[in-house]
């Protein structure tokens, strides 16, 4: 036998699976040859259509994670899908610079404890180098990251928030919003950060809920009108008793008096019951029942009057220290009696505001009590809640304390518990667009029902945007006051700016604090100086105005609204939320600037536990990406479960299924490349249609491109709508059970001859798995991107070099309707059933599958036999039996020792399980075989290699003398000259090698 090798498949595919190396060279030939860029520019050129996307910027204050890789490889499939499919995309990165993330970590990094001593330490201009320091470093370890996990994006048209021309553009939001007065100065109650000493944004509040402790009290406030009349109130926060002015009852609920010793304490009605209980109060008696609305304007003495003289003087006002009445009074709680701090609580703002009482709140940035505060002065607000509490007992006023544990709002980034404050800011009124946003985004597509619903619930609360922080390193709010007339002026543009200016800026001059507030404007109206108030503003608002700020104008007229988003649950607080709110002020219209926005879960560890530093269970992806194949883990994220579910992320799981379907895919590719090259396959001359035209091609093979058909259609049906579970368990089933259970096992035996008149059949064979396989390697492309782009390489343009560069060129592929057979594939499916039934039966007989038998029965009605008899070919080699019989109806009598049944659904079999010697010779012979297939393999001989011999020594006298009839068969089964059997090993010098048969030893050796 003349063995001709064209091309020799053993230097372009190794014998196992190693996906590290191999992405390790992929990863070399995207870059050497540029192959991002080249996408880039080939859909720039000819394209199907235009798909906007604009990056939902990951902040540069750590390092990239699980988390951030789940949504980073949604958003790079739908990416590679949309390029194959001939879309030109917007997919550029971008980075989030500034904002309270940074200036933590920078904090952090220089050892400082809080914001004055930033300021005193270290000075604005160094605490701004620090932070793009900063930025830098974790740029490089993303980009690193990035590199390792395959992301096509475009990192040469970046965005970068911090950049001069992209904060002129974020201004440009700001101008907007100010011409139709949504922008304003304002006193309000928000939520403060006393480490990070700034507010925080309504959805900035929503990010940090966590289990506290607080302090729970129950305390009295006596009626000053009556003898031993009591108000009871019950409070967490003990501390806003300092600022405490009036106390709230829901005007239409029962309120009762009820006699407790010699005092009369008031409460709503429905609470009497379990408030006594849980004052552990037997004796008491209720004396009087009315509505909330008779007990206002009742006038109560404020307990700390005498300690707090600012509160003396507030005492004078008619309202202050009163029975108000608000709807928004919960009797089902507590007490149904709300004592209210209109400085700490925005309920209570509202409620003095609209009676002109006065905002009592006397704090300083650090949150400390000011002067104004009387004995409380200089206490931080939380470490007063003792003191205030010691204080209500020692008058007699307390009626218990206990200790609760309850979710409380914390700083999102410093994790402190926030404190409402009554400040002035600046904000964005869309509490005054809230319809246009939320018809903007009643018209989005979330791709699931949950996301959609938690979004628009939040939209929905409509609160004004607090947009102002007290910070440095953020995109400065570019209004100036005249400190005369107190007129206001917003600058829109850096050349607006430095024309206005009084003085001429610096060399080093750029729109960031300290540099912009050294520059003051001339009063337009009374030629006052004015200076620029000392704001940043929010870093939501950088990334929110990224639609507009990283296009140019042109651009953004083309691309936005753009097409389809990808970002985790917790951004329908973050910039799902400011991207909406910006684009409906910027354009006025109820348009929301994206058309479709993916919500993606959180990922857990293993045991489903939030990951976190002090769990120390966060997954970082430089170190994991180190250690394991980045193919595997985007197979294994996409895969695991719905996109919208939390991911349990266990790395154990990785070596597991994920790794035996793309190591199926590999060795699928490398049985074909062995054999096809051996027969000299040239796939520009056998494709399909000359297999046609030769009449080579059969059922199975018609079954397996009418399967692939499908597995296109309803791949990419659900690639699309982001059921990506679905997509990856169908390419699954398709390459472990489709090709290689199924279609492998039936065609094997034709390709393992090498007689030429069955040369066409095998060419056709591999025409089949060539088209299959290829159209498989495209569709596996978006989810492993190294391995498809490995198989194009090393197989594909191996052989056939008229194709593209790269696999990332090529075309999605189209379901082809001629090649789709529902008849085939019907018959093909009562073929499973029906080869499943003998498999039982076969291990009810404990009979191995490569062991052949006589016969087998098909009991089953006439259609169920066609659809068999069609394919008896496959079905013989599959059961591996010599002969089938079709009968309607099951046999009366039959021997149970040598019939063993298996029912079906509409069929049973009955197979036969006597052998003679000649089947046992055969089954001897098949066991061998497969032991020596299994050493040519361990030795790195190629299949197509032809052995001189094969030494097999010490077998049982009994299957020697069965064996024996077989050694021609065996020998072209193995692919050897000549098989030779020895009594002992002593009889011929050679490797032994040993093996078990059926519990005894035998040896096998090769020449
Ligand atoms: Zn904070
Ligand atoms: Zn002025």
């Known amino acids: ?239 806003t008793i300092v600022t405490d002015m009036m106390i709230a009852v829901h005007p239409e609920a029962e309120y009762a008096k009820v006699k407790v010793n010699d005092e009369t304490w008031v409460l709503t009605k429905e609470r009497v019951e379990p408030i006594m209980q849980k004052l552990n109060m037997k004796d008491y008696k209720l004396l009087e029942v009315m509505l909330g609305k008779e007990l206002k304007g009742i006038k109560y003495e404020y307990p700390f009057i005498d300690i707090v003289p600012k509160q003396r003087e507030l005492d004078e006002h008619p309202l202050v220290h009163t029975v108000v009445c608000e709807d928004f009074v919960d009797i089902s709680t507590a007490t149904g009696v709300v004592h209210l701090s209109p400085g700490n609580g925005e309920d209570d703002f509202l409620a003095a505001q609209k009676r002109d009482i006065p905002i009592y709140v006397p704090f300083d940035n650090e949150c400390r009590f000011t002067t104004e505060a009387g004995e409380f002065s200089g206490l931080f607000a939380r470490d007063a809640d003792s003191k205030v509490v010691d204080k209500l007992r020692k008058m007699g006023l307390l009626l218990s304390v206990e200790t609760v544990c309850h979710e409380y709002p914390t700083c999102w980034r410093s994790h402190h518990k926030l404190v409402w404050l009554a400040r002035r800011e600046y904000f964005l009124w869309t509490d005054r667009v809230n319809t246009k946003v939320v018809k903007a985004a009643e018209n989005v597509n979330y791709f699931f029902d949950g996301p959609k619903n938690r979004f628009l619930s939040f939209l929905k609360e409509g609160k004004p945007w607090c947009l102002s922080r007290e910070r440095v390193w953020g995109a400065p709010l570019p209004i100036w006051v005249c400190e005369k007339c107190g007129d206001k002026t917003l600058v829109a543009s850096k050349k607006e700016l430095l024309e206005r200016a009084l003085e001429t800026p610096s060399q080093d001059f750029e729109l960031h604090k300290p540099w912009v507030d050294r520059l003051t404007l001339k009063c337009e109206k009374c030629g006052g100086e004015m200076k620029r108030e000392p704001f940043v503003l929010d870093c939501w608002h950088d990334s929110g105005a990224s639609p507009y700020a990283s296009f140019t104008d042109e651009e953004f007229e083309k691309y936005v609204p753009v097409n389809f988003l990808v970002e985790a649950i917790d951004q329908t607080r973050g910039w799902a939320n400011s991207l909406l709110l910006e684009h409906v002020i910027l354009t006025g219209k109820a348009e929301s600037p994206y058309k479709a926005f993916l919500f993606y879960g959180f990922v857990l560890d293993e045991k489903g536990r939030k990951m976190s530093k002090s769990l120390g269970n966060v997954i970082e992806m430089n170190p994991l990406l180190e250690r394991n194949s980045a193919d595997v883990c985007r197979f294994y994220m996409l895969w695991k479960c719905s996109p919208t579910d939390s991911m349990n992320f266990d790395t154990r799981e990785l070596s597991k299924r994920p790794y035996q379907v793309l190591g199926t895919l590999y060795h699928l590719h490398r049985f074909l490349m062995q054999n096809a090259e051996y027969d000299n396959f040239n796939p520009q001359q056998h494709t399909l249609k000359w297999a046609n035209e030769n009449n080579s091609l059969k059922s199975p093979d018609r079954w397996l491109l009418s399967k692939l058909q499908r597995a296109v259609r309803e791949i990419t049906e659900k690639l699309e709508v982001c059921e990506f579970q679905f997509a990856t368990s169908k390419l699954e089933e398709f390459v472990v059970n489709v090709i290689s259970r199924q279609y492998i096992p039936i065609v094997r035996r034709e390709l393992w001859t090498d007689a030429p008149g069955t040369l066409n059949r095998r060419l056709a064979v591999y025409a089949t798995l060539w088209h299959v396989l290829k159209n498989l390697t495209f569709l596996f492309n978006p989810v492993t991107p190294y391995l498809s782009e490995a198989m194009y390489q090393r197989v594909y343009k191996q052989l056939d070099k008229t194709l593209p560069e790269s696999v990332n060129f090529e075309d999605w592929p189209k379901p082809d309707k001629i090649l789709q057979d529902d008849v085939l594939e019907q018959e093909f499916e009562t073929l499973m059933q029906c080869v499943s039934l003998v498999y039982s039966a076969r291990q009810n007989a404990q009979l191995k599958r490569r062991w052949p038998l006589q016969k087998v029965v098909v009991v089953a009605p006439k259609k169920v036999q066609n659809a068999l008899k069609n394919l008896e070919e496959a079905f013989l080699e599959l059961a591996n039996v010599k002969k089938i019989d079709y009968v309607e109806d099951s046999p009366e009598e039959t021997d149970e020792k040598r019939w063993f049944l298996a029912l079906g659904e509409g069929m049973q079999v009955l197979l036969d399980i006597s052998r003679d010697e000649s089947l046992l010779g055969e089954g001897v012979m098949r066991d061998l075989a497969r032991r020596v297939q299994a050493l040519r393999k361990e030795l790195g001989f190629m299949p197509t290699d032809i052995l001189n011999g094969v030494h097999v020594a010490e077998l049982d006298s009994e299957s020697m003398r069965l064996l024996k009839p077989y050694l021609t068969d065996m020998a072209e089964l193995v692919r050897t000259k000549k098989v030779h059997l020895h009594k002992k090993r002593s009889e011929v010098k050679a490797e032994w090698n040993e093996r078990r048969l059926d519990g005894k030893k035998v040896y096998v050796a090769i020449e």
């Open 1 to 239: 036998m003349a063995v001709k090798f064209k091309a020799d498949s053993r230097r372009w595919l190794t014998q196992s699976y190693n996906p590290r190396e191999l992405e390790k060279e992929i990863r070399k030939f995207w870059e050497t040859n540029q192959i991002p860029q080249k996408l880039i520019k080939l859909r720039e050129k000819t394209n199907v259509d235009i798909l906007g996307y604009v990056e939902g910027p990951p902040t540069l204050n750590g390092v990239q994670h699980i988390g951030h890789a789940r949504g980073r490889v949604m958003k790079d499939l739908r990416y590679r899908m949309k390029a194959m499919q001939g879309f030109y995309v917007t997919f550029r990165a971008g980075w989030d610079c500034q904002g309270l993330p940074v200036e933590l970590e920078v904090e952090k990094a220089l050892g400082v404890k809080n914001k004055k001593e930033l300021l005193e330490r270290v000075g604005e201009e160094r605490f701004v180098e620090e932070c793009k320091k900063t930025v830098m470093k974790y740029y490089r370890e993303w980009r690193s990251a990035d590199r390792k996990l395959g992301m096509f994006m475009d990192y040469d048209k970046a965005y970068w928030t911090y950049f001069d021309k992209y904060i002129e553009k974020e201004w440009q939001y700001l101008k907007r919003a100010w011409e139709q007065n949504l922008l304003g100065e304002g006193y309000y109650v928000v939520a403060y950060c006393p480490h990070c000493q700034t507010s925080l944004s309504n959805a900035e509040v929503g990010l940090g809920y966590e289990e506290v402790e607080d302090p729970s009290i129950y305390f009295k406030l006596k009626v000053r009108e009556a003898e031993n009349e009591y108000f009871i109130v019950w409070t967490t926060m003990p501390f």
